[in-house]
Structure formats: structure tokens, C-alpha cells
T-cell receptor, first 114, second 113 residues
Framework: AQSVAQPEDQVNVAEGNPLTVKCTYS??????LFWYVQYPNRGLQFLLK??????LVKGSYGFEAEFNKSQTSFHLKKPSALVSDSALYFC????????????FGQGTTLQVKP | NAGVTQTPKFQVLKTGQSMTLQCAQD?????MSWYRQDPGMGLRLIHY???????DQGEVPNGYNVSRSTTEDFPLRLLSAAPSQTSVYFC????????????FGPGTRLTVL
């Protein structure tokens, strides 16, 4: 069965510093991986996805993610954090088959301090 | 496009009451899903649909019903509300194809007393 784990409940980083939000996955077959962000009292917004190709995927708001097949990881990164990046981040993997279902990690709260 | 819309935004129910959460999308997406979000548990799939007339259960379907009579609409019915159903509910739609991302509605915050 497909699964996703986000090992950190919260990540704290100072503004201007690089940030990493970790995600590991377990899938059978090729992984289809996604990152979403949720700002307070809002729905989820798509950030980026890995389907195939380059291991470094670029997305919205300056975020990028590194796919590592040997470590089964898909960590979200940003070179220089902004206070406005503070939010809840979810990693997700597409369920096997073509049903549109996503399996989500439990989420990581990112806190960027001025 | 309005995208994915959900109504109501907030709802308070008493135990045993029933209600329907509405979800609509205007992007002609084939796939639609309902999730609930609880602290520390991420999003859990309640029900999903791969097209009009076709629905199936997700991870936590008990206490909920769905139907998909049109491509646009995917209502979620709570049959007899329980305090354990207090949660934030999100509807999402997706074009067909495994590479497609999901588009989420703004959510409905439900409290069951």
C-alpha cells in the first residue's frame, strides 16, 4: 500500500535562512508525488509535483523539491525563507491506479521567524 | 472559473441531525473526492468518484453517503451526526490522469454538539 510520512510536526527557521520540510514515501511502482500548502483557514494549494525526469522540481512561490529514489524521499526546500511562508505543508502520493485519490502525510507546520 | 466551491463554510449540528455538505466544480473534472482534516492526522479520504454515477469508499466512509448525479456536483451527506464527525471537510476535483494535481475547495468547518 502507498504511504507517506512527514517526520517533523513543526519546523522553525529564521527569515532569510534556507528551509527543508521532509517527506518520505512508500509506493509500489513509480511514485507520483505532490506538495501542498495550507494557510490558516484556507483550502490546500498545489505547490509542485514529481512525475518523472529531473530529480529537482521547481514550483510556486520559490519552492523546490528534491526527489531521491534510493532514499525514497521528496523533501521540500527553499533557499531563503519568508515570514509569509509560515503555513501547514502536506506531502502526498498518488494512490495506485487512475482514480484521482491522494494519500497525504500528517502535515508539517512551518514557522518562519523574523 | 470559480474552481471548487463548497457550502456552507461553517455549520453547527446537534447529535443525530442530518445535513448535506455541498461541493461543485466548473472545470469539467472527472474525479472528485471528499476529505476530512483533523489535527495531527493530515487529510483522510472519505469517499471519491471517478465520474458521474460512480462512487466508492475511501479510508473513513462510515457515517457518510455520497452521490454523483452530474459531473459538476458531489454532495456529502451526514446521516446522523456524531461528535466524532466534528472536523474540517474539503472537497477536491482532479482531471483524469495520474499526473494531475487535485484542486481543493475552501472547506467546511463542522461542529457537532
Amino acid at each position: 500500500a502507498q504511504s507517506v510520512a512527514q517526520p517533523e510536526d513543526q519546523v522553525n527557521v529564521a527569515e532569510g535562512n534556507p528551509l527543508t520540510v521532509k517527506c518520505t514515501y512508500s509506493v509500489s511502482g513509480n511514485p507520483y508525488l505532490f506538495w501542498y500548502v495550507q494557510y490558516p483557514n484556507r483550502g490546500l494549494q498545489f505547490l509542485l509535483k514529481y512525475i518523472t525526469g529531473d530529480n529537482l522540481v521547481k514550483g510556486s512561490y520559490g519552492f523546490e523539491a528534491e526527489f531521491n529514489k534510493s532514499q525514497t524521499s521528496f523533501h521540500l526546500k527553499k533557499p531563503s525563507a519568508l515570514v509569509s511562508d509560515s503555513a501547514l505543508y502536506f506531502c502526498a502520493v498518488r494512490d495506485g491506479g487512475d482514480t484521482g485519490k491522494l494519500i497525504f502525510g500528517q502535515g508539517t507546520t512551518l514557522q518562519v521567524k523574523p | 472559473n470559480a474552481g471548487v466551491t463548497q457550502t456552507p463554510k461553517f455549520q453547527v449540528l446537534k447529535t443525530g441531525q442530518s445535513m448535506t455538505l455541498q461541493c461543485a466544480q466548473d472545470m469539467n473534472h472527472e474525479y472528485m473526492s471528499w476529505y476530512r482534516q483533523d489535527p495531527g492526522m493530515g487529510l483522510r479520504l472519505i469517499h471519491y468518484s471517478v465520474g458521474a454515477g460512480i462512487t466508492d469508499q475511501g479510508e473513513v466512509p462510515n457515517g457518510y453517503n455520497v452521490s454523483r448525479s452530474t459531473t459538476e456536483d458531489f454532495p456529502l451527506r451526514l446521516l446522523s451526526a456524531a461528535p466524532s464527525q466534528t472536523s474540517v471537510y474539503f472537497c477536491a476535483s482532479t482531471p483524469s490522469g495520474r499526473a494531475s494535481e487535485q484542486f481543493f475547495g475552501p472547506g467546511t468547518r463542522l461542529t457537532v454538539l
